[in-house]
């Protein structure tokens, strides 16, 4: 296994054990789809994106938008992990008078290019960033992260239309498929399969990644994105909805609730042994 590859799993789950503290301090918020997406987060942040957490609102920064706004667990804690904020910050999410907001708030929280919320809206965001790069001959890049389940918004395909239209080939959409939304299995409450044929018909290059929890995977993704030109690239990512901590792997109810304490010590558990595991690698 390359070092690279270990240190970014590594990363990875830290990331995960400050989605979980954050979540269970707060008693509330979104772990499920927060987890599933811990890698990719992992990935943009410490490897893909021209970022630089001392500097956080450099103008040539590559731009992130989290479109599906209720994961910001997830995103707070690679922030903190990479060095926008004190990772013992974590813990006030949600709470009274802490800038962790249950949303993305890009006015309070260092490194958020983009606040968020209503689903749908964050990738309308991050083609009008794109579109922006290209009328002022800009060189930054666009990433803006998707839930299957968000995916069902009308807003998204005419976002998507207009990208494909403007050959927005600085603009990368990721959607993580978990295949879990709140309401249950998105097949079962309003699928929107096939999602890469979709994104096809509106001129996108499509990448569908067999396993959004590998890193191998997604830098092969992410390098032919980078290597795709003339159109906007959307990348298909299947994920474990909870990935990481055993009782909430695929398991909708924890969509969108805290673990209790014994829950918590549960969790940390498992991903304490998971990072030793690595270790030992």
């Known amino acids: ?11 990875a789950n830290e990331v995960r054990k400050g989605i979980v503290t954050a979540v269970h301090a707060a008693k509330a918020g979104h772990p499920g789809g927060s987890l599933s997406a811990a890698d ?19 103008p040539d920064r590559d731009r992130f938008v989290l479109s599906k706004g209720h994961t910001a667990p997830g995103l707070y804690s690679v922030l903190a992990n990479r060095g926008y904020f004190p990772v013992e910050d974590l813990k006030t999410l949600r709470h009274l008078g802490s800038y962790l907001q249950g949303h993305p708030d890009m006015k309070h929280i260092p490194g958020v290019d983009m606040s ?58 990721i959607v993580d498929n978990n295949g879990l939304q709140i309401d249950g ?10 999602i890469d044929k979709k994104f096809e018909a509106f001129n996108f290059h499509v990448i569908n990644v067999a396993d959004g929890n590998d890193m191998d995977q997604l830098k092969a993704a992410f390098d032919e994105a980078r290597a795709t030109k003339g159109m906007p690239t959307a990348i298909v990512m299947k994920t474990v909805k909870g990935k990481g901590v055993s009782f909430m792997e695929n398991s909708v109810g924890w969509h969108g609730k805290a673990p209790n304490d014994e829950q918590y010590a549960q969790a940390m558990e498992d991903l304490e042994k998971a990072g030793e595991a690595l270790c030992q690698k």
């Open 116 to 173: 968020s919320g209503s689903l749908g809206q964050g990738i309308s965001a991050a083609v009008g960033m794109a579109l922006s790069a290209k009328l002022s001959n800009d060189s930054y890049r666009v990433y803006t992260l998707l839930g299957d389940g968000e995916i069902q918004e009308g807003q998204v395909w005419e976002a998507a239309m207009f990208a494909g239209y403007r050959k927005l080939d600085n603009l990368v959409v």
């Open 40 to 58: 990719l987060f992992t990935y943009l942040y410490f490897e893909e994106m021209n970022i630089d957490p001392q500097n956080p609102q450099k």
């Open 1 to 11: 296994m390359n070092m690279e590859k270990l240190e970014l799993q590594k990363i």
């Open 185 to 194: 299995p998105i097949n079962e409450v309003c699928s929107p399969y096939p």
